[in-house]
């Protein structure tokens, strides 16, 4: 038997609401995000970036992952891929309890 045993936290399936459709996301592992903020990050490869989060737009919609696509590729859809991103964020937040952003100072507010 190990010593020390380490168990993954089981994710939920989350019901959110994206720019006026209402999907079943599933919260991306933080590996997946990792690798999507390191391309982000790589201001030279723009479709590298693209392409990984094209593929965390599969692992989050699963089923609906074609339909969430096609809305990016619509002109006339108001989809963008920051909407995709908040969406991960917000649904790591809902997942773990853990903000991934930290507040802002209210004494820097007015």
Avoid: C, W
Wanted: without cysteine; aromatic residues 2%.
């Amino acid at each position: 038997m190990a010593d020390i045993v380490i168990n993954a936290s089981p994710s939920k399936t989350l019901s959110v609401e994206l720019v006026g459709i209402e999907y079943q996301v599933r919260p991306p592992k933080m590996a997946v995000l990792a690798v999507v903020a390191k391309a982000a990050g790589n201001k030279g490869d723009g479709q590298s970036t693209i392409g990984h989060i094209e593929n965390l737009i599969k692992i989050m919609f699963k089923k609906s992952a074609a339909e969430v696509l096609a809305r990016l590729d619509d002109p006339e859809d108001e989809l963008d891929y920051q909407d995709i991103m908040n969406t991960a964020e917000a649904v790591i937040e809902a997942n773990t309890g853990n903000p991934t952003s930290s507040p802002q100072d209210s004494s820097t507010q007015q």
